[in-house]
């Protein structure tokens, strides 16, 4: 069919029906162009940054159904161009042998999923098993079978038996013992005979 053998009634209909066509395609170049990386952009920040912001997040390390550590931050945001969960309000437990070996509460702490780091700031406060009760402004725990180390105003007792107040604690990988560096102060009780 010739295109002079269609009547004025189909001409306009095909001639809307391209019109509308072309429209279309305008719209949806145009559109791809004006937005273009828009929704990246958006949710990346303009690089190759995501972040996210949790209430309530709760991260473990677990090997072969061993539970390493947890830890509970109130509320936290997560920065996967540097690996990095920062948290507020943080509470926590290390565990040796699936027991709960040291707990503790820190008002800001860190995890860095590619290094493998936790560190505690201000206001860090320790328990351990035993009952020894530590104090300090950092903790960082490298995981690792490496020494956990406290620093900055470090507060250390064991019940009525021993306090000490040093620079820097180092606490071994089996919560067993600990080294006391800087300048120190300790003491030692004896018990009432």
Known sequence: MKWSDLSKKQRAYIGAFGALIS???????????ITHDFNRNQVTGGKDKKEAIINGIVLTETKNETKYWELYGESGTYDSSNQVAIMDNVVGNFYKDNEVSMSFQSTKGTYNSKRKI?????DTFVV??????LKADRLRYPG??????????VRI???????????????TPD?????????TTSNIYEEDK
Do not use: C, H
Not at 176 to 181: G, L, M, T
């Open 23 to 33: 429209v279309m395609v305008w719209a949806f170049v145009s559109a791809g162009m």
């Open 128 to 133: 351990l098993k035993d009952g020894t009760t």
């Open 157 to 171: 007792t064991r019940g009525d038996q021993f306090s000490a107040t040093a620079d820097e604690i180092e606490i």
């Open 144 to 153: 690792n079978n490496e020494p956990i180390t406290a620093n900055g105003n």
């Open 175 to 183: 919560f067993e013992s600990f080294i006391i560096r800087g300048k």
């Open 118 to 122: 936790i560190m505690l700031y201000d």
